[in-house]
């Protein structure tokens, strides 16, 4: 076994050689004999009645070979997307969810809602037809933003649902914090909104959708991150084919961020489409269709009120939101503001009594889902500016004022329902104080006032439930399905590896820090090692990848088969050396019999489980490959401290974030160096929502102002600062990585 490659080691990745020699290979990469391209017609208005579409002038010009809308999708009976999460309102009632046809079938509700589809030989020729299909247009009153459509009055997206509302949710203890906000020394209250993001991956959304008269059956090329879903939905409740008539492939993909969690309507159009043509249908997203099309994150109105004693010492929370759901419910548009948001609202401290309400609110925008951390971020925005803003009010230096009040007996249960298993807080902020010299602030910030600047410097802390699983605990919230993992792990008969994984790689480095996995449990070389996902006909079943899962989920799926593995190698390697395989031992890449010369190799081992002519076949069977599902017991809980320092010019109101320091505490890291990067692109994303990323709709039109990067702050590289990054290291109790 090489040394340096198992898991604790920042070995390069094993993925690059293929992407930055741009070798990957991406759905647009994909083509195939007699394909077609397809443009999607998209409303121009937030809110109409579709009065009538006529697609004569279109279907006659140059290389079309259809067009289809709204109505030959309804005649073939195809369900529209769902929700797969469903929320209870606070009285007990079912959240409301709308019909959400993949064409719109007489209204549309937001600016690039989906009317048509045109499919034409080339995508010019499908772009200029889409501009020539006239649809009638019956305006409607509209509403984008999330306040507003929640106020008495406001025009209802959904006629069937005039107060705009899917739900209004709680948890905590109302009571209890009432009580406790009565006899607080001080309350401290804030009124905040997290703003809209778009998540603008790199790689724009894309599909293939192929039909095979002679099996009748699809295959689906799409930027997927959880392509085994896609293929369940699209199949159980969609009804596009059987599951074993429909084969999902999600290639390399290039970025997600959640927002290629979803089942859109483009993917499901294409496939159904490519039946209708007879011919393969292929759809790339523009840019700008991206901006309109793509599922937004957060759009969140909060208020917040922390209760605390003449010390400081927090004595209830209590928080009300209004969550913008967009024009539908998307996949997991319902899980977000409420058990990936509220659940967290505890965050490193031991505040005893937390009630949070949030009511869903619909507004005529793209629907809004999970991105970069899926209301785990808004929750921890919540807490740290409120705690800010109380340690100014109560003049205790912010630092101090988290020191008091940071949980510090495990586990612990918190008043919203998850159990903290273990965490070292303090650790963790004492590092990153050390680390941005916390307190020499004062000092810079003197010499930067000589220079007419100013500099402030700001603290937060954070925890996250990772790991989206356990199956049981997601079941009684609400999910569709259950979230453990799966993994196969296969030995070919000259020793090398296939691990095949439910997980999705987008972008993580799951074929490096995977093979890593491999080669710490079973010494095998980690070049030796390869990962499959992404292929729903390839690998057995998988939940993909989002809510940070890949490592402890995933990663531990394929430590549990990999234990399958030693299990069975025991076995035959017993049974070539005459022993018990109770006798046999197994460290590093070797089974052996203590005192005895008797030794072989898990390649040796390999090669005798394939080529066996004696095996007792009632005892052991040929062959070395094993299947796991890992369902965890509880959720991962990483935490950390970051601490920014900026400074603006007051003459002209430029900022620059002139400090970042980043401690975190994550348990094992398998790969540092992947680790590092995901930190980086982390608070690159942190930086760019609260520096210059937004998403701004017209209010009076309903227009998406910021349609382009011409007019939405994307962040580079040059807008950020360097990162000094540490970590610290508190193991999960339950997790077999740590």
């Known amino acids: 076994m090489p040394e340096g490659s198992g898991i604790g080691a920042s070995v390069t990745r094993k993925e690059d ?19 077609t391209h397809a443009v999607f017609v998209r409303s121009p ?54 019909a959400h046809p993949a064409l719109a079938l007489d209204e549309v509700r937001y600016v690039g809602d989906h009317v048509a589809i045109v499919i034409a030989e080339t995508k010019a ?82 599909a293939l959708g192929l039909y095979e008269p002679g099996t009748e059956s699809f295959t689906l090329y799409t930027t997927s991150q959880n392509p085994h879903v896609a293929r369940l939905v699209l199949s159980a ?31 499901t159009v294409c496939l159904w489409a490519s039946k209708k043509v007879n011919r393969p249908v292929k759809w790339v997203a523009d840019r700008s269709e991206s901006f309109l099309a793509d599922a937004h994150g957060r759009d969140h109105v909060t208020h917040v009120a922390l209760a605390t004693d003449e010390n400081g010492i927090f004595l209830g929370l209590r928080v009300k939101t209004l969550a913008a759901m967009g024009a539908y419910l998307s996949t997991f548009a319902s899980s977000v503001p409420t058990y990936l948001y509220g659940t967290l609202l505890a965050g490193q401290y031991a505040t005893p009594a937390i009630y949070c309400e949030v009511d869903a609110i619909f507004t005529n925008t793209a629907p809004v889902d999970a991105y970069r951390g899926a209301g785990r971020p808004e929750a921890t925005y919540v807490l740290e500016r409120i705690v800010e803003v109380a340690a100014r009010e109560l003049k205790i230096d912010p630092a101090e004022l988290r020191r008091r009040n940071f949980i510090r007996t495990f586990p612990y ?60 605990l997601v079941g009684s919230l609400g999910a569709g399905v259950g979230l453990f993992e799966s993994a196969q792990v296969r030995f070919n008969p000259t020793g090398n590896v296939q691990v095949f994984t439910g997980c999705h790689s987008h972008g993580q480095g799951h074929e490096t820090t995977y093979a890593q996995i491999i080669n710490s449990r ?83 081992v390999a090669f005798a489980a394939y080529v066996p002519h004696d095996y007792p076949l009632d005892e052991l069977e040929p062959g070395l490959d094993e299947n796991a599902f890992y369902d965890p017991l509880n959720f991962t809980y990483p935490a950390g401290a970051h601490v920014c320092e900026v400074e603006i010019d ?45 998403c701004v709709y017209d209010e009076d039109s309903g227009q998406l102002l910021t349609g382009s990067f011409m007019d939405y702050g994307m962040p580079r590289a040059d807008d950020m600062p360097d990162f000094k990054v540490g970590f610290t290291s508190t193991p999960c109790t339950h997790n077999p990585l740590g």
């Open 413 to 472: 249960q918190t008043p919203v329902a998850l159990e903290y298993d273990i965490g070292d807080y303090q650790a963790s902020l004492d590092q990153a104080l050390e680390l941005a010299d916390y307190k020499g602030f004062p000092a810079r910030k003197a010499e930067a006032a000589k220079r007419g600047m100013l500099r402030g410097i700001g603290l937060s802390t954070y925890i996250e439930a990772c790991g989206l699983a356990p199956s049981k």
């Open 650 to 694: 007051p003459e002209t109101g430029v900022a620059k974030v002139v400090n970042w320091v980043a401690v975190d505490d994550f348990g094992t890291l398998i790969n540092p160096l992947i680790v590092h990067g995901q930190i980086h692109g982390g608070v690159a994303q942190g930086i760019g929502q609260a520096m210059i990323e937004n």
């Open 45 to 98: 208005h937030a809110h109409a009645k579709i009065l009538g579409v006529d697609t004569t002038a279109a279907l006659a010009m140059p290389g079309v070979v259809g067009i289809l809308t709204g109505k030959e999708l309804a005649a073939d009976k195809l369900g529209g997307l769902i929700c797969g999460w469903m929320i209870h309102s606070k009285d007990g009632s079912e959240m409301k969810a709308p």
């Open 237 to 267: 409740f969609i009804g596009i084919a059987p599951e074993h008539k429909l084969r999902v492939v999600a290639p390399d993909v290039g970025g997600g961020f959640g927002s290629k969690i979803f089942i859109y309507a483009e993917e």
């Open 522 to 604: 079973l010494g095998v070389p980690i070049e030796n090692v390869e990962v499959i996902h992404g292929d729903t006909a390839q690998v057995q079943f998988g939940l993909g990848t989002y809510g940070s899962r890949s490592g402890s989920v995933g990663g531990s799926a394929i430590y549990k088969a990999a234990d399958k593995i030693i299990a069975k190698g025991k076995k035959i390697a017993a049974y070539r050396f005459g022993a018990k395989h109770e006798d046999v031992q197994f460290e590093n890449g070797v089974f052996s019999v203590p005192n005895t010369n008797k030794q072989m190799t898990i390649s040796e």
């Open 125 to 206: 020729q499908a772009r200029d037809a889409a501009e020539a299909v006239y649809v009638d247009y019956g305006i409607l009153p509209s509403v984008v933003n999330v306040a507003a459509a929640a106020k008495p009055g406001a025009p209802a997206v959904h006629a069937s649902i005039p107060d705009n509302t899917s739900y209004r949710w709680e948890i905590g203890d109302e009571a209890a914090t009432k009580a406790a906000f009565a006899k607080a020394a001080h309350v401290i209250e804030l009124d905040l909104i997290n703003n809209r993001l778009i998540p603008n991956a790199m790689e724009p959304r894309a």
């Open 17 to 35: 050689q293929r992407f930055l020699t741009g070798r990957g290979k991406y759905t647009d990469d994909i083509d195939v004999a007699g394909q």
